[in-house]
């Protein structure tokens, strides 16, 4: 064995420690319940009982009018919450990044940390305090439209079946624009002096420069930041829960896969809890991200590593 293969041992040991903890919590806390839970997905509570009944769940949720019209209403909605996100989250964080890496622009600390606070927030203080502002009787929103004379435009948003669902989403834009915003700056940054230099010899300044020089540089940035926001929103559960609770009304019109799922596992009201059905939603709610995400590393990522330095 020569000098160096013994060197590469003890640094091989030290780093398989240093892991090890980190791997048994990540272990204990996220891969185990994901395989019960796959597990659960594929048996039925009979006489109280669990019996394997295979992927017969999943063909119940998929074409049982019971369940189905309740599922896909559910993905529908999570998949307009996410394309809300994807069309006016994603962009201005990065609009706000370019703005804030000006190094004309004053007060650019102010701005960032202003637009990064709702990040920190609580779902529970953002969803009750947006709860108060948009609500008709003694919500501030009325009148701040009346003082600008567009009072005319204001409706019971969260009420009303066909606005409810992108207010929520609008909401949740407002409270996760930072890390878009952030993430980008840092990216722009990160660009070398010498390339904005080169560039501005080649003449290309300004919005010019942002379109051609910086936007290819940090596309896997981009890239990132919109898987990010394809597995929260898939997630998502908590804005919704504490704004319209767990039947997410009006008539279900704000119901995703997270509301969705905790209805069916735990069981609200009237409704009995059915955790094997429950597994299942989670199941297709995994494999969904899972989708997601494969896509994104083998297909989208493998294209922006040009732009890469």
């Known amino acids: 064995m020569s000098a160096s293969e013994q060197k590469k041992k003890p640094v091989r040991w030290h780093i398989a420690v240093f892991l090890a903890p980190a791997v048994l919590i990540y272990t204990a806390i996220m891969i185990l319940p ?3 839970t796959l597990q659960l997905s594929l048996f039925r509570e009979v006489d109280q009982s669990q019996v394997f009944v295979g992927f017969d769940n999943f063909r119940i949720l998929f074409g049982d009018p019971r369940w ?34 000006s190094p004309k622009l004053r007060f650019s600390v102010f701005y960032r940390t202003a637009i990064f ?3 920190i927030l ?12 948009l609500s008709p009787l003694w919500g501030i929103a009325p009148d701040m439209l009346d003082a600008v004379g567009l009072k005319s435009l204001f409706a019971p948003w969260l009420g009303k079946t066909e606005y409810a669902l992108t207010t929520l989403s609008l909401i949740s834009v407002w409270q996760f624009i930072g890390i878009p915003m952030m993430l980008i700056y840092a990216a722009l940054l990160s660009i070398p002096d010498e390339v904005l230099e080169a560039a501005e010899c080649d003449g290309i300044t300004g919005m010019s420069q942002f379109w051609k020089i910086k936007l290819p540089l940090v596309l896997p940035s981009i890239g990132i930041i919109s898987i990010l926001t394809f597995v929260g929103n ?51 709610m995994f494999l969904i991200i899972l989708a997601g995400v494969s896509l994104y590393l083998f297909g989208i990522q493998t294209r922006l590593r040009r732009y890469q330095f």
């Open 122 to 133: 609580s779902f529970v203080i953002v969803g009750f305090a947006w709860k108060l502002i």
């Open 117 to 119: 606070v709702p990040t």
């Open 68 to 101: 189905s019209e309740s599922f896909w209403n559910a993905l529908f909605n999570n998949t307009w919450f996410f394309i809300i996100h994807m069309l006016v989250q994603n962009p201005l964080g990065i609009l706000f990044a370019a703005l804030l890496s």
């Open 34 to 36: 994901l395989f019960g």
């Open 234 to 284: 898939f997630n998502a559960f908590d804005l919704i829960y504490t704004t319209q609770g767990a039947l997410a009304g009006p008539d279900y019109a704000t119901d995703i896969l997270g509301t969705f799922l905790y209805r069916t596992f735990f069981g609200f009201q009237l409704q009995i809890g059915d955790p094997n059905m429950g597994s299942t939603i989670a199941s297709v």
